[in-house]
């Protein structure tokens, strides 16, 4: 059967630009300074992101916003005028302090609490943006936020635009990949959707227990398989010729020619059995808990992952208890706090200890988030009170990729209740992280209902502040 179009015919062809966009990322180690990817607008300072995913909320104020008047304050009502829509908070709540230590953190001073103290000891490496505000204090609209820059889904995922605008290193692995641990946080699959934009842009799940990919070992031999994905490219490629919406074809074969590929290097990047027992004890994989000891493998595979050119890695944490999500406390806030970072503290840390010392954390961004923070009061103090939702400023941090260490930006009230100085939105984030990616968040477009869509929309800008 003769196909009226070569591969290359067809994606040039392809009238939303996809084609040539995603031949770029196929064909060749795509850079961002390169005039023929959209959205170009600098050399790139960084080549890859990790996003290590708090889902649920960790408290701002017993992480990295030290607020000593709530101590002094703690068991006082708050009172009408720190009642906010952004916080599920009410006048007859109470302030609640911390009831962990903080302390400055290395050279620079940070704060940082002995609930991280693993984090505490990089502080020279972290960058903590201390002034986020959110829209709703929900957790499946803030997911979302987080990951799309929008509240109502149906939108590419921010891994999405990375894969989308740089297209990956490495043809034999995807572009997005998202490293799971048991738990799909609030919003569902579609935080890592590619939504409107090529379904070859979506995230690639990899587990943490189990078969790391379904169906990724071969049933078929090599040579066998080979025949069959050039009977489907064939087919495809006529058909593609007969219907409107050609890219969706195309992205359907891209597909099929990566999960070729992926069988030989994906059982390849997820056994770290080869990693020296110094590496995977830095990580925590010698651990007796089961979930840090599963935690400490995906964050072990991220490093893998982005050596082996990935361009946006994503690690979620798994759920221990009855709550909605992991750092959900409306109540036992000591316990399961103090549980989560004993999962999560060391391995994240080790993560960025490990890309510093390959020297690879200068083109790779880590951050570590969670969708919001936690109200700085609780209804009543008592050994097991709790924390509920907030977003009218909370707290994440970044390391690597040009973003300066050992600083804190923004700054919120007395109680950390609300934010009060650079208030930042999510989308800000967004932008500066592309920017160090060497793209411009406002011209990195998909045309999508009629109008050129991107990841932040009519929002945000690129904080130059934290970056060197």
């Known amino acids: 059967m003769q196909i009226p179009y070569s591969r290359r015919e067809m994606l040039a062809a392809s009238s939303n630009g996809f084609g040539l966009l995603a031949l770029a990322g196929l064909l060749s180690d795509a850079k961002a300074a390169d005039k023929s990817i959209p959205g170009a607008a600098r050399s790139p300072r960084a080549k890859h992101v990790i996003l290590c995913f708090m889902d649920g909320g960790p408290s701002h104020v017993d992480t990295f916003d030290y607020k000593p008047e709530l101590m002094k304050q703690q068991g006082k009502p708050i009172g009408d005028s720190q009642v906010s829509k952004l916080s599920q908070s009410s006048a007859g709540r109470v302030w609640f302090g911390s009831p962990w230590k903080f302390s400055q953190r290395g050279q620079s001073g940070l704060w940082v609490s002995d609930l ?189 992952l982005v050596e082996a050119g990935v361009r946006f890695v994503e690690i979620t944490c798994p759920l221990t208890h009855a709550n909605n999500s992991p750092w959900d406390q409306h109540g036992n806030l000591m316990l399961h706090h103090a549980e989560n970072a004993m999962i999560t503290d060391q391995s994240v840390a080790a993560l960025i200890f490990d890309l510093k010392q390959r020297g690879l954390l200068d083109d790779t961004i880590v951050i570590w988030a969670g969708e919001m923070g936690r109200t700085p009061h609780t209804p009543a103090i008592s050994e097991t009170a709790g924390r509920d939702h907030h977003v009218n400023g909370y707290s994440i941090f970044l390391a690597g990729g040009g973003f300066k260490g050992g600083m804190a930006y923004g700054q919120t009230d007395e109680f950390g209740n609300s934010v009060v100085e650079h208030p930042l939105m999510i989308q800000d984030i967004h932008a500066t992280v592309m920017h160090q990616l060497g793209i411009d968040h406002k011209k990195l477009t998909f045309r999508f209902g009629g109008r050129d869509v991107s990841l932040t929309d009519v929002h945000g800008h690129v904080v130059n502040e934290i970056l060197t």
Request: hydrophobic share 35%.
């Open 116 to 304: 991280l103290p693993h984090a505490a000891d990089l502080a020279d490496d972290l960058c903590v943006v201390r002034s986020l505000v959110g829209k709703q204090p929900l957790h499946g609209q803030q997911n979302l936020l987080l990951h799309t820059g929008r509240v109502t889904g149906l939108a590419p995922s921010f891994g999405s635009w990375i894969s989308y605008g740089l297209g990956t290193e490495n043809q034999n692995l995807p572009g997005y990949v998202l490293l799971n641990n048991d738990w799909i946080p609030n919003g569902g699959f579609e935080n890592f959707s590619s939504a409107f934009l090529p379904a070859t842009n979506s995230a690639t799940l990899l587990r943490a227990k189990g078969a790391t990919v379904d169906n990724i070992q071969p049933g078929d031999s090599l040579e066998k398989q080979r025949r069959k994905l050039r009977l489907l490219k064939e087919q495809d490629g006529t058909f593609a010729t007969e219907t409107p919406e050609r890219q969706l074809i195309d992205a359907a074969v891209k597909n099929y020619e990566t999960a070729f590929r992926m069988q030989t290097a994906v059982p390849e990047i997820a056994d770290v059995s080869g990693e020296t027992e110094a590496t995977q004890k830095l990580y925590g994989l010698d651990s007796s808990n089961d979930y840090q000891k599963y935690y400490s493998l995906q964050c072990l595979r991220a490093r893998r």
